[in-house]
């Protein structure tokens, strides 16, 4: 949280002036005229250099300090050991430019608890006129020390997280006040599902530019870092209804991504399939028009042949029918030479010839003459 404003102490002159006074009268009365004159000087002047060391000081890395001569801002010191006119000629204001700072809307964090108060600060009407809390917590830096400090006059805060806002500081009301008129604005303009569920982000981002547009026209010297929506929430009343849409939704979800899986799952084997098909089919095309164009071109091939000389092309021809048919048969050959013997396998390695009697064949004897009728010639 930020730290608070390094002041100076109040110095009260008249009482310091009284007690140099009484401190001079009882040199006099105890020295005299001229030794109470030199000690009069020699005290002012050892006085004078003590109040010229007292405008001496440090900016710490990551603040700056802010000069004023009677109380008229002039200049601005970064870190490092500076100087500046002492009190009641000069004043200073150092403040941490770096310090990552956080104002919490809607809830209170003490220690590790955060508790809902003041929920009407959160509570939003939606552009579909429901009803919403939207919590958030806002994180800024001083991005002008000038203008943080001089320009917006703030009546301040009580009961900040992290301590209570002074006045003056446009980090109190003023930043508060502008929050809020800028997340009303956004989650006016959008729906109540926005806010809960899926556009959050842009929730965020859009209130974050309006805000330092805000905060740019009162010159309030502030840039904010980030806005994080908390645990956006329907009101209490009506929680359990929009509980049970919200499951709906996520149940629809849930059903649409199953969907969409088996599809992506599906589709392609189906397509994967049906291209192994087509693919096995141009296969089997190609493969039975390149036969049929082989055998046609054989045959052709033979036909030429034959042509020129038909009686040796189809002695050519039986001889390879029977090359081919011949020695898967088994073959039984009658030779009259063996007088009725039966070769078998014949023009095998294993022929051997089994005496078997060959039934003779009657010869017809020629048939008689027809009688002829008389008279026939």
């Known amino acids: 949280m ?18 140099i006074g009484a401190t001079l009268s009882g040199f006099r009365n105890k020295f005299g005229g001229n030794a109470f004159s030199y000690v009069t000087f020699g005290i002012l002047g050892l006085a004078l250099i003590l109040w010229l060391a007292s405008g001496i000081y440090q900016v710490r890395p990551g603040e700056q300090a802010v000069h004023r001569t009677f109380g008229k801002c002039c200049r601005v010191s970064d870190e490092g050991l500076n100087w500046w006119w002492p009190a009641p000629i000069g004043t200073k204001n150092i403040e941490s430019i770096a310090e990552v700072r956080s104002m919490e809307l809607g809830f209170r964090t003490e220690g590790n608890v955060s508790s809902s108060v003041l929920q009407q600060e959160a509570q939003m009407i939606a552009g579909d006129l429901n009803i919403v809390d939207v919590p958030l917590v806002v994180q800024y830096r001083i991005s002008d020390l000038q203008n943080f400090l001089f320009k917006v006059a703030d009546p301040g805060e009580l009961g900040r997280t992290g301590g209570d806002v002074a006045a003056n500081r446009p980090e109190g009301r003023t930043l508060k006040d502008a929050t809020e008129a800028a997340l009303r604005l956004v989650v006016g303009q959008r729906s109540i599902d926005d806010v809960l569920t899926d556009r959050k982000e842009e929730v965020q981002v859009d209130t974050q530019q309006l805000l330092q547009e805000i905060l740019d026209t009162y010159e309030t010297g502030l840039q904010v870092l980030s806005i994080r929506l908390q645990e956006v929430a329907p ?44 693919q096995a089919a141009e296969a089997f095309k190609r493969e039975r028009i390149a036969k ?48 009725g013997a039966l070769i078998l396998n014949a023009g095998g390695a294993g022929q051997q010839a089994i005496p078997v009697p060959v039934p003779s064949i009657p010869v017809p004897t020629q048939p008689p003459p027809t009688p002829t009728p008389e008279g026939d010639s």
């Open 2 to 19: 930020h730290q608070p404003p390094r002041g100076e102490p109040e110095i009260d002159l008249e009482q310091i002036l009284n007690r």
């Open 235 to 278: 009101p209490a009343e009506v929680v359990d209804a929009f509980q049970d849409v919200n499951r709906a939704r996520q149940d629809r979800e849930t059903s649409i991504n199953q969907a969409q899986a088996y599809d992506r799952d599906i589709i392609p084997r189906a397509r994967g399939e049906a291209q192994r098909i087509t």
């Open 292 to 339: 049929a164009e082989g055998e046609a071109g054989r045959f052709l091939e033979i036909l030429a042949e034959y042509k020129k000389a038909e009686d040796v092309t189809r002695q050519r021809l039986f001889l390879e029918a029977m090359e081919d048919i011949l020695p898967s048969i088994s073959k039984f050959v009658v030779s009259p030479e063996t007088e």
